[in-house]
């Protein structure tokens, strides 16, 4: 059977793996590399990703399968993570007893009163992000270390679906932060250590394409599908443009990662309008990578600081030499800053030196870097980052995917092609179950009940 693959990130990548051992597989990239988000370039001296990314997984069978990727490249890492709030530094998961003690007396009393008070007070919306927060843990904590990141990362909290803190929170209430003091936090929800690969998580996608090509398999970058020809509720063939050269390439069946609103415009003839009006309605978050290279051996003593303080423009700053010191030069590192927009937005257009001037204001007011440290900066942008899950994302997607369920022999899987905000061991995992799915030929009822066991993939810091 010759299945076409479209998206080369770890999701398409990983699929077309598992497919190529019985079947002739095709995948199609747009861009002129691999591994979209989970890839890694070179830069002088330096290996860089698309933003930190570590190897963790309580997924049965996963972390294996990165093993016999990535062999004896693959290193183990302390992971020391933190948050600054009001300029002090704590550690995350979050330590109740830090809140307490480090932050000062006006902060720590609302964060101890907030949650007291919340015992008497019940919240009555507990469908939002905030209503969700503010009852496990109280309106002092959800105010000091939730509400901005979560206004800074996704938007309004009150519009917010509290599907996004059960996913995100690596606690899950006031009672878990107690727990921490006594006992450290576990690791249902923090790891002590995670893997990473000596060159760059990019070593996961490219041993991948050489799995997918020992199999006989194809990878096409720099490749347009133009159209996605559909007759009688199948995919017949697909409109390509690859090198200015156009063709069409008849396909048995069509697996897509790619965002769900570009999937639908491929789609001939067009889906209904109801379709396209469910997936006007899904919304993502763009995303600036500010890269500082710093003229000093380190900067940071942890991997990443997430900032809450709506003050701070950025998200998180993290340290690639603290994930690989085989990634930057001895006397060098490299940070990643990140800032959360909307697409061509004012933030979006801004120019390189716009972006540096906000985001080393922000560290310098904070004492982690100061201007005449850094050599260089440059940034790279990206689309379709976060799926944002307000209140009305779950009633949307099930419009558009109980029509692509229509087109018998199309699969959407992957973050982007389920707009499912997940990890990358996810994704592997997510690769697996459709290729197995494939291979057996299962009924569409299979794929639904899938498609709710990706739902219930958590994050663990």
């Known amino acids: 059977m010759k299945i076409t693959i479209l998206g080369a990130g770890i999701s398409g990548l990983a699929t077309g793996w598992k497919l190529s051992d019985e079947h002739e597989v095709l995948v199609i990239e747009k861009t002129p590399k691999i591994g979209g988000m989970a890839s890694s370039f070179r830069y002088k001296d330096f290996i860089l990703d698309y933003g930190p990314h570590k190897i963790y997984t309580q997924l049965p069978g996963i972390l294996d399968e990165y093993k016999y990727l990535v062999k004896d490249d693959l290193m183990i890492i302390s992971k020391k993570n933190q948050l600054m709030v009001e300029g002090k530094l704590l550690d995350f998961p979050i330590k109740f007893k830090q809140l307490i003690t480090k932050l000062n007396p006006i902060t720590s009393a609302r964060c101890v009163l907030g949650k007291a008070t919340g015992l008497i007070k019940k919240e009555t919306d507990l469908s939002s992000y905030e209503g969700y927060l503010k009852s496990n843990f109280g309106k002092g904590i959800y105010e000091t270390l939730f509400k901005n990141y979560a206004s ?9 679906s509290e599907e996004i803190a059960r996913r995100r929170i690596p606690v899950t209430g006031f009672a878990d932060l107690i727990k921490n003091i006594l006992f450290g936090a576990g690791k249902e929800q923090s790891a002590e250590n995670f893997y990473y690969p000596k060159e760059g998580i990019g070593t996961v996608c490219d041993r991948i394409k050489e799995r997918i090509i020992k199999n006989n398999g194809k990878i096409k970058v720099n490749t347009l599908v133009k159209s996605i020809n559909v007759k009688n509720n199948r995919v017949e063939s697909l409109h390509i443009e690859e090198e200015r050269k156009k063709g069409i390439k008849r396909t048995d069946f069509l697996v897509s990662t790619i965002p769900i609103p570009v999937l639908l415009e491929l789609i001939n003839p067009k889906p209904p309008e109801y379709v396209f009006e469910a997936a006007k309605k899904l919304k993502y978050r763009s995303l600036i990578l500010l890269y500082l290279i710093v003229k000093k051996p380190k900067v940071l003593d942890c991997n990443w600081i997430f900032f809450p303080d709506k003050e701070i423009s950025i998200n998180r700053l993290s340290e690639q030499k603290s994930f690989s010191p085989y990634t930057c030069p001895e006397n060098k590192t490299a940070l990643y800053a990140e800032m959360t927009c909307n ?52 009633k949307n997607l099930n419009i558009i995917l109980d029509y692509l369920d229509t087109i018998t022999n199309l699969q959407t899987t992957g973050r982007q092609g389920l707009f499912n905000y997940n990890n990358t061991d996810h994704c592997l995992d997510m690769a697996n179950k459709t290729a197995e799915y494939i291979k057996r030929d299962l009924p569409r009822e299979e794929w639904k009940k899938l498609r709710a066991y990706f739902d219930s993939y958590k994050i663990v810091d």
């Open 343 to 394: 697409y061509e937005d004012l933030k979006w257009k801004s120019s390189d030196k716009e972006i540096f001037d906000i985001v080393i204001k922000d560290l310098e007011k904070v004492n982690i870097l100061k201007k005449e440290d850094v050599e260089e900066y440059f940034t790279r942008k990206a689309r379709y980052v976060y799926p944002v899950y307000d209140k009305d994302f779950r």
């Open 152 to 160: 800074k990362v996704w938007g309004d909290p009150k519009e917010l």
